[in-house]
């Protein structure tokens, strides 16, 4: 039977992304987001609070996983997409999916929103 194994929330100022955006900043764009993800951003009107979602997500994800960015996982091991039917999921990759693995984790749940100055996600794992 399903269980609850992690839950991270996060919450992420806009502004940190539009000074990101401002200031030409792409290198660090670059390492926090994937090339689909920075595609995604940029096309919208306003990216910043786009990026500030996937942050989030990001680390609403590290939290719940409980080992920040340590044991060799990266920011791009972690993408926020949309399903077919537009809902956001978090897609893991290298050693972020190794460890989630490895940790029992078979279900990873994902809810985020962002609104006036802030982005908010949160993820939820689920275990057998």
């Known amino acids: ?8 929330n996060d919450l992420v100022r806009i502004q940190r992304f539009r000074r990101f955006l401002e200031a030409g ?6 390492r926090l987001f994937t090339e689909e993800e920075r595609s995604f951003c940029l096309a919208k009107k306003d990216p910043a609070p786009h990026f500030a979602v996937r942050f989030a997500a990001k680390e ?14 990266r920011w791009q091991d972690m993408a926020v997409v949309r399903n077919p039917e537009g809902k956001p999921d978090l897609v893991l990759d290298g050693e972020a999916a190794r460890l989630f693995e490895d940790r ?7 809810s985020c ?3 006036g100055d802030y982005a908010f996600a949160t993820v ?4 057998n």
């Open 60 to 73: 609403a994800f590290l939290k719940a996983l409980g080992t920040g960015l340590r044991y060799g996982i």
């Open 25 to 30: 900043k792409t290198a660090i764009l670059e």
């Open 104 to 110: 029992g984790h078979v279900r990873l749940l994902l």
């Open 1 to 8: 039977m399903p269980y609850l194994s992690g839950l991270g």
């Open 124 to 127: 939820v794992f689920e275990g």
């Open 113 to 115: 929103s962002h609104d």
